[in-house]
T-cell receptor, first 116, second 115 residues
Framework: GAGVSQSPSNKVTEKGKDVELRCDPI?????LYWYRQSLGQGLEFLIY????????KSGLPSDRFSAERTGGSVSTLTIQRTQQEDSAVYLC??????????????FGQGTRLTVV | AQKVTQAQTEISVVEKEDVTLDCVYE???????LFWYKQPPSGELVFLIR??????QNEISGRYSWNFQKSTSSFNFTITASQVVDSAVYFC????????????FGGGTRLMVKP
């Protein structure tokens, strides 16, 4: 597709279950970001992948959160033992190149996660 | 460390008024990039503009204009003759090479344009 694609668009899960959120970046984009946005709040950085470099995981809120990016393309954000405070919209973005910075990031439509 | 501050959390104007959204940033880098994004009620973030630290020329695009001032570390966004469709949350963001190209966002400003 032409844009960043995230799936599912909505996910309702029971407290304590694990969830996986998927992000398909724009083809050829080497940089990929995950953010979290709680209702009415700003964007909270979670993790950043740039090419083959080690990801910047400094924003992951706890060890229940992890992410991987296979083959430099698709990324999966996994939340284990979900808690109600994990309820938020999870946004993925990609950009052509992280180095130099002279590129904007394009966002997907987000996955709305609700933990009940 | 880098930081972006949008002091205005919410602004309400009447249609056709001009409105300026403030953005102040902090970075130790001399090379960095600033961005504005719009998040309408539909939720998807839409890229509006990118500006690099070496280009302080102001930019105008239709009713939108941006004022970049390195001396005050500000990158303000003005909407002229606002319209109801401008109602959205607007985010300012910063990226710099020495910060690992981390894209750092401000807290956002919710703009409500009333008819």
């Amino acid at each position: 597709g032409a844009g960043v694609s995230q799936s599912p668009s909505n996910k309702v899960t029971e407290k304590g279950k694990d969830v996986e959120l998927r992000c398909d970046p724009i083809s050829g984009h080497t940089a990929l970001y995950w953010y979290r946005q709680s209702l009415g709040q700003g964007l909270e950085f979670l993790i950043y992948f740039q090419g083959n470099s080690a990801p910047d995981k400094s924003g992951l809120p706890s060890d229940r959160f992890s992410a991987e990016r296979t083959g430099g393309s698709v990324s999966t954000l996994t939340i284990q033992r979900t808690q109600q405070e994990d309820s938020a919209v999870y946004l993925c973005a990609s950009s052509p190149s992280g180095t130099g910075g002279n590129t904007e990031a394009f966002f997907g439509q987000g996955t709305r996660l609700t933990v009940v | 460390a880098q930081k972006v501050t949008q002091a205005q959390t919410e602004i309400s104007v009447v249609e056709k008024e001009d409105v300026t959204l403030d953005c102040v940033y902090e970075t130790r880098d001399t090379t960095y990039y600033l961005f504005w994004y719009k998040q309408p009620p539909s939720g998807e973030l839409v890229f509006l503009i990118r500006r690099n630290s070496f280009d302080e020329q102001n930019e105008i695009s239709g009713r939108y204009s941006w004022n970049f001032q390195k001396s005050t570390s500000s990158f303000n966004f003005t909407i002229t003759a606002s319209q109801v469709v401008d109602s959205a949350v607007y985010f300012c963001a910063l990226k710099s090479y020495n910060a690992g190209n981390m894209l750092t966002f401000g807290g956002g400003t919710r703009l409500m344009v009333k008819p």
